[in-house]
């Protein structure tokens, strides 16, 4: 686990990155249950208009620092800034936001238009006003004809499409979305999250959104959060967070990877089994003999050219082809490596060009500037011991 680092403010980012004028700030936010920490010292800024994902693992702390931004739980400490105003210790409806649950959460016995028109009930608008409002938003969600059914009689992709609209009745500076499409069947979570990104930048709306899913995470945001075990491991755009990961954990829950065991040569040099690797990412000094894990994914084997590569190159048989449509996943032995298996990916043109099967050889070259090498800690900790 790293240590706990301030993500970066969106003023500060990159100069190829968008821009995003700081909206809101966490600063120093912890929470504990008993002797639990849940949250340690959680620092952040989110900018007006960014789309950002909270994403970790189950328990890693994503929905609580949620729930504590909407007041729904209390931070032991810290400070909660929205548009200038400290709301660290405001009710929840003293709070600009709007919410959305993975459980659609509509009323049952109201209609859809009363469902929608239920946060605007109070605001002293018209009937008319709030009926206009009401269509407005129906229209929105690509419902405009569902007023007078019940939550009952609507899909489940339409309930939280309703739901969504619902949070978005009263134009809050902060949208929050809680798992909000884990609960539908994966067509219609691709459908609806290119939907919900599609509404979020036509209404510059300031979102955050909690998932475990990279996929989710990965096609909708601007930023992403990487969470585990209370803290935030990495802060960065998907391409980012996917290419350039900072620690084992972000390395391994983000995408598909291999995880190699070694030893360090030196000099950006390391060694699997009999083969001998070249890395040309930036890696931490680590001294000549010290056990390291090699991250590869899938992609970063090639099958072009490489002969004329002048590093990370060998044959490899291939012991199972997994078909996945437009692509395959091959499991393959690199030789100098026969007790470490590799997964390593292959459009299905390429598979067909090159005439692969069961059993089939090739050579396979590894890119020295994709690779990634982090000390292997247990094996360090039993050569101590």
């Known amino acids: 686990m790293s240590q706990q680092n301030p993500c970066l403010a969106p ?78 210790w405001l009710p929840p409806i003293r709070r600009d936001y709007g919410i959305v649950f993975q459980s659609y959460a509509l009323f049952p016995n109201l209609t859809i238009a009363d ?85 979020q930048q036509r209404l510059g709306v300031t979102t955050i959104m909690v998932t475990h899913d990279q996929e989710e995470a990965l096609t909708m945001a601007d930023r992403i959060i990487v969470m585990n075990h209370g803290v935030i491991e990495q802060c960065g755009s998907p391409q980012d967070i996917y290419l350039q990961p900072g620690s084992p954990f972000v390395a391994s829950f983000v995408g598909k990877v291999n995880i190699l065991r070694g030893v360090s040569l030196g000099d950006g040099r390391f060694r699997v089994g009999l083969m001998e690797f070249r890395c040309e990412t930036k890696v931490d000094h680590i001294p000549a003999g010290q056990p390291v894990k090699v991250y590869l994914r899938p992609e970063d084997f090639v099958a072009r050219a490489v002969e004329q590569r002048t590093h990370n190159h060998t044959m490899a048989e291939v012991k199972k082809i997994e078909f996945l449509g437009a692509f395959s996943y091959l499991t393959v032995v690199l030789e100098g490596m026969e007790q470490q298996p590799v997964v390593a990916s292959m459009s299905l043109n390429l598979l067909k060009e090159l005439g692969l099967v069961v059993g089939s050889k090739l050579r396979y070259g590894l890119l020295p500037e994709r690779i990634r090498v982090y000390r292997d800690q247990e094996q360090c900790q039993t050569v101590a011991a």
């Open 115 to 199: 469902n929608v028109a239920y946060g605007l009930v109070n605001r002293g608008q018209s009937r008319s006003a709030t009926a206009a409002r009401v269509q407005e938003l129906l229209a929105l969600a690509g419902l405009p004809d569902s007023g007078k059914k019940f939550p009952g009689q609507l899909s489940g992709g339409q309930q939280q499409r309703i739901a969504l609209v619902r949070a978005l009745a009263t134009s809050p500076g902060l949208l929050l979305l809680d798992e909000p499409l884990s609960a539908l069947d994966a067509l219609e979570r691709v459908r609806l999250r290119s939907e919900i990104r599609q509404l």
């Open 11 to 88: 003023s500060d980012t990159p100069p190829n990155a968008p821009y995003f004028k700081p909206y809101l700030t966490l600063e120093n936010i912890s929470k504990s249950f008993g002797n639990f920490h849940a949250l340690r010292d959680i620092n952040l800024s989110v900018g007006e208009g960014e789309f950002v994902c909270f994403l970790g693992p189950s328990g890693c702390g994503k929905t609580t620092l949620l729930r504590i931004i909407a007041g729904l739980e209390s931070q032991n400490q810290g400070r909660i800034t929205q548009a200038g105003k400290d709301i660290s």
